[in-house]
């Protein structure tokens, strides 16, 4: 079946560290990648995604590359600020059923930004 | 535009009880989806729904019911609650050519 695995968190880093979250992949087929992010509180919000190998996800001062040889998407951001400390997802979706696009998640890594 | 709205917010149940979680979408969406999250299991799929008039199981269906009442409505029915369900839901539309999934803000269940 289809998986994707997170880096284990905590994560905890100060404020303009450089963050890299691992994020890799079990598909039979061609995925389309994604990062959510979770505030405390809130419901998931899109950060950004790929849709095929080596194409580069952005947004916010994150990006994830899509790697197909690795099967990897890794979060990465140079410089981290105290409102980036969420919850961030990784996913991927296969071709859809009908029209509905399934999900499968990772479980999660906690970030905290220190001041 | 409210996107994708959920409620109630918070509910406390007894074993037992049942209970409807109500979902709604005003972004025209076809596909709607149930989701529960639970502390290092990341979201598992309860029940989605390509469009309207219909449903399919996902991951977790087991002691919980789904209807589509409307295009812009996708209900999540507990008919006795179980410890077990003791979880975060979430709600999420997506529709046209994109992959993306709307989230609604979750309701956070406890049965006790």
């Known amino acids: 079946g289809n998986s994707v695995t997170q880096m284990e968190g905590p994560v905890t880093l100060s404020e303009e560290a450089f963050l890299t979250i691992n994020c890799t992949y079990t598909?039979?087929?061609?995925?389309?990648l994604f990062w959510y992010v979770q505030y405390p509180g809130e419901g998931l919000q899109l950060l950004l995604k790929a849709t095929k190998a080596d194409d580069k996800g952005s947004n916010k001062g994150f990006e994830a590359t899509y790697r197909k040889e690795t099967t990897s998407f890794h979060l990465e951001k140079g410089s981290v600020q105290v409102s980036d400390s969420a919850v961030y997802f990784c996913?991927?979706?296969?071709?859809?059923?009908?029209?509905?696009?399934?999900?499968?998640f990772g479980s999660g890594t906690q970030l905290t930004v220190l001041p | 535009n409210a996107g994708v709205t959920q409620t109630p917010k918070f509910q406390v149940l007894k074993t037992g009880q049942s209970m409807t979680l109500q979902c709604a979408q005003d972004?025209?969406?076809?596909?709607m989806y149930w989701y529960r999250q639970d502390p290092g299991m990341g979201l598992r799929l309860i029940y989605y729904?390509?469009?309207?008039?219909?449903?399919d199981k996902g991951e977790v269906p087991n002691g919980y019911n789904v209807s589509r009442l409307n295009k812009r409505e996708f209900s999540l029915r507990l008919e006795s609650a179980a410890p077990s369900q003791t979880s975060v839901y979430f709600c999420?539309?997506?529709?046209?050519?994109?992959?993306?999934?709307?989230f609604g803000p979750g309701t956070r269940l406890t049965v006790l």
């Open positions: 972004m025209n969406h076809n596909s």
């Open positions: 598909a039979t087929g061609y995925p389309s």
């Open positions: 999420a539309s997506s529709g046209g050519r994109t992959d993306t999934q709307y």
């Open positions: 729904s390509a469009s309207e008039g219909t449903t």
């Open positions: 996913a991927l979706t296969l071709n859809p059923s009908g029209s509905a696009r399934q999900l499968t």
